[in-house]
């Protein structure tokens, strides 16, 4: 949504909605978001304070379950043996 509502002119409803995906774990949204702070469309404040939620985030979703099964995946893809 954030790039439809930055490719529209609707910067401030875009940065929003990367904020959103941010806090909830999207790193393209931080990615996007970090483009925005460049161009001078988002406070040093707000990432930061995004940049925080994202990291919580992204470690509430750590286990070793998921990190075995990233793995696996990643074995898969490259078409290693087991």
Do not use: C
Not at 13 to 27: E, F, L, N, P
Not at 43 to 72: G, M, W
């Amino acid at each position: 949504l954030g790039r439809h509502e930055w490719k529209n002119g609707s910067i401030k409803r875009a940065v929003k909605h990367w904020i959103i995906a941010a806090t909830q774990g999207s790193d393209h949204s931080i990615k996007a978001l970090m483009d925005a702070y460049k161009g001078g469309f988002v406070s040093k404040e707000n990432l930061a304070t995004t940049l925080r939620a994202h990291q919580a985030a992204v470690d509430a979703t750590k286990s070793q379950q998921r990190e075995a099964a990233e793995e696996y995946r990643r074995k898969w893809l490259s078409g290693e043996p087991k």
